[in-house]
């Protein structure tokens, strides 16, 4: 269970930073930023976040605003994920989780 966990919570954080990154590439490259390599990189680590933002958002967001949905899921699903991992934890006794 604890890998399981291990694995959940490192999914999402590269997913986050990911996405954060492609957020910061956005507001530096301005107009450019379709050109730019690493912006079109990130963007295909991003890709399974930002459809699952696409399924699960509603019509009205716009495609422009899909990864800052995707972030914020990607955000809330690490938090659960971590709390999740401190109640096993807790559980099994911390000493099983080192």
Sequence with gaps: MLLFL???QLLLYIGGLGLAGQGLLYVLAGQGRHTNL??????MVNKP??????L???KQIVDSQV???AFCIVGILYIAVTLAKIEHCLTIGIEACQ
Excluded at 38 to 43: E, M, N, P
Excluded at 49 to 54: D, E, G, N, Q
């Design 56 to 58: 699960i958002s509603p």
């Design 38 to 43: 690493f912006y079109q990189l990130i963007g």
């Design 67 to 69: 990864p800052f949905v």
């Design 6 to 8: 291990n694995i959940a």
């Design 49 to 54: 976040w930002t459809l699952l933002a696409r």
